[in-house]
């Protein structure tokens, strides 16, 4: 089971980027999948979220109106839209699948990690 992450790279504040995760080895459309990122010297932060269905999303605050989660279940893929982005974006984004249908803040719910994929905003 592998999930790639792709999509991050150097945008200035205001651009967008488009991250996308690509599961391979099994299918996860009865599971919640989730973006998380890490900045140096930081803990690992919640981003977003979307349930099996996709019905259901999540985002942390800071987020919320400028980021928007998607998945496309015919490619076993989660894409996360990220528009006016910030300097404080700038983190190495992951992507998860839980175990679960639901979706959740915590790490620890997500059992599949991708690899990441840098995001650098410059001001």
């Known amino acids: 089971v592998q999930l790639q992450a792709s999509g991050g790279g150097l945008v200035q504040a205001g651009g967008s980027l488009r991250l996308s995760c690509a599961a391979t080895?099994?299918?996860?459309?009865?599971?919640?999948m989730g973006w998380f990122r890490q900045d140096a010297g930081k803990e690992r932060e919640f981003v977003a979220a979307?349930?099996?269905?996709?019905?259901?999303?999540d985002y942390l605050d800071s987020v919320k109106g400028r980021f928007t989660i998607s998945r496309d279940k015919a490619k076993n893929t989660v894409y996360l839209q990220m528009n006016s982005l910030k300097p404080e974006d700038a983190a190495v984004y992951y992507c998860?699948?839980?175990?679960?249908?639901?979706?959740?803040?915590?790490?620890?719910?997500?059992?599949?990690w991708g690899q990441g994929t840098q995001v650098t905003v410059s001001s």
């Open positions: 998860a699948a839980s175990s679960s249908s639901a979706t959740d803040r915590r790490a620890a719910w997500y059992t599949y």
């Open positions: 080895g099994r299918t996860f459309s009865d599971n919640a």
């Open positions: 979307i349930s099996w269905s996709g019905r259901s999303t």
